[in-house]
């Protein structure tokens, strides 16, 4: 958990449109590539972050709500 987060792991975030190359984002990477594991995981939870948790929360429940069980 104490480990530094590798060059690699960003520019994963990065290919895969988690983080965009704008100048008003890629401060995020950079902020990220300078933390730890652990204090990423142990950061307080802001009103943004519980913004997507609870779009998640519905994306689940709609998933879930659609899926039908056949029975043959």
Same mark, same amino acid.
């Given at each position: ?9 960003? @520019? =994963?975030?990065?290919?895969?449109? !988690?983080?965009?190359?704008?100048? @008003? ?7 990220? !590539?300078?933390? @730890? ?18 779009? #998640? #929360?519905?994306? =689940?429940?709609?998933?879930?709500? =659609? =899926? ?5």
């Amino acid at each position: 958990m104490v480990r530094k987060v590798t060059p690699d792991a960003i @520019d =994963k975030i990065r290919l895969e449109g !988690g983080v965009t190359m704008d100048e @008003d984002s890629k401060w995020l990477l950079e902020f990220w !590539g300078g933390k @730890d594991v652990a204090g990423l995981l142990l950061m307080p939870p802001t009103r943004h972050v519980m913004l997507h948790l609870n779009d #998640c #929360c519905k994306w =689940k429940e709609a998933i879930r709500g =659609k =899926k039908k069980l056949y029975l043959v």
